[in-house]
């Protein structure tokens, strides 16, 4: 049995997804900013995939961008809307994504930026009246707060976030990968000015993602040299993999439902198992908890050993596919930001299983029993 667990990481391709997609591969290869008849097919086909993804977000086709994925999405928001304003503080968070991470580092740098993390506690939950506070004794801000946390999985509640940025005269931008494809987003409701998806995070195609840029927001390209995407994002459409994207997403709204409650059992089950097969056994962040964390990720926290630093090879060999990271910084492994930020003990090993609609109970119960014999072994 081979298992992948690591679905956060990407996620294989939905059959229907690829047979979308293979016609624009093979047949329809115009290029859509040519006004022939090849590349008109074409055209009119993403702006079919556009008005797919603004329909099920609950917004218009006008402020939804293609782009290569959810990092170039995360950049593009920042960055221009602080060019564009000329804004000068931003807010975040230690938990981000390194593509939020590295672009407020980025700011910070070489623009002048003055940037603030937010307050939290050691299960990485946000303190939102410290957002308060440093939104009312600063001019105009951005602020960029995951959906949520890919590591640990904590959800965030951006429509709170939302209404306090609004209260604030606040830009807001939420990275929602993890979420999109997983949760339905109400563009109307959730008061974000931008949020991102990437498509290969529910069983979409890799390269492209999306994102959704408020009208009242106008910023200037990150990527220059065309006029494509409505002059906001220069180069050539990736066509097929828009096509996907569209596609992948309306088969997650579609199923969302029966997929969520076969997922969240995949996940009890896995706690439940290495509750009873294994004594010193804990959970990073929130992530045991249903309502508090993602219901596609479960970040165990694992007994002190020498088998932690094989940890994640160990497992492979074992023919489980799973992602890791312990606080532990030295050496060629930085380890986690997400955990030394949690102040979680070096000592303890970290792995991150990861569910998807093709997992299997059968799969649940391997993974646990592996990983509860390398350790009962290792500590006997």
Do not use: W
């Amino acid at each position: 049995m081979r298992v992948y667990l690591d679905n956060a990481a990407t996620t294989p391709l939905d059959k229907e997804v690829f047979d979308a997609m293979a016609p624009f591969m093979l047949e329809h290869f115009g290029n859509p900013s040519s006004i022939h008849s090849h590349g008109r097919e074409v055209r009119s086909a993403i702006e079919k995939a556009r008005r797919t993804v603004a329909t099920l977000l609950n917004t218009s086709p006008a402020e939804i961008f293609f782009t290569s994925g959810g990092t170039e999405a995360d950049n593009a928001a920042i960055r221009c809307t602080c060019r564009a304003y000329g804004i000068k503080h931003a807010i975040s968070t230690k938990l981000e994504h390194h593509a939020v991470l590295h672009t407020m580092d980025l700011l910070e740098k070489e623009e002048g930026v003055q940037v603030s993390y937010l307050r939290h506690d050691e299960y990485g939950n946000l303190d939102l009246e410290h957002l308060e506070e440093l939104l009312a004794n600063q001019p105009r801000t951005m602020v960029s707060i995951m959906h949520a946390n890919n590591e640990i999985g904590n959800l965030n509640n951006i429509e709170a976030i939302g209404e306090i940025c609004r209260k604030y005269d606040a830009v807001f931008h939420s990275d929602t990968v993890q979420t999109m494809g997983h949760y339905k987003h109400d563009i109307q409701a959730l008061g974000a000015n931008f949020l991102v998806g990437s498509a290969h995070k529910f069983h979409g195609p890799k390269g492209v993602g999306f994102l959704y840029c408020d009208a009242n927001i106008k910023i200037q390209p990150l990527i220059q040299g065309g006029a494509q995407e409505r002059n906001m994002r220069g180069g050539t459409e990736n066509v097929y993999g828009i096509i996907g994207l569209a596609k992948a997403l309306e088969i997650a709204y579609r199923d969302m439902e029966e997929h969520a409650k076969h997922i969240q059992g995949l996940k009890d089950r896995m706690i439940y198992k290495l509750r009873e097969q294994m004594e010193d056994v804990s959970f990073n962040g929130l992530s045991e908890f249903g309502d508090k964390s993602l219901y596609t990720v479960l970040n165990v926290s694992l007994p002190a050993s020498d088998i932690n630093e094989m940890l994640l090879f160990s497992l492979d060999i074992n023919k489980i596919s799973a992602s890791g990271g312990s606080a532990c910084s030295s050496g060629a492994n930085a380890g986690s930001h997400v955990l030394r930020a949690l102040n979680a003990s070096s000592d303890r090993g970290s792995v991150r299983f990861s569910f998807s609609k093709y997992n299997t109970e059968a799969e649940i119960d391997y993974a646990a029993e592996v990983l509860s014999k390398m350790y009962k072994k290792e500590l006997a």
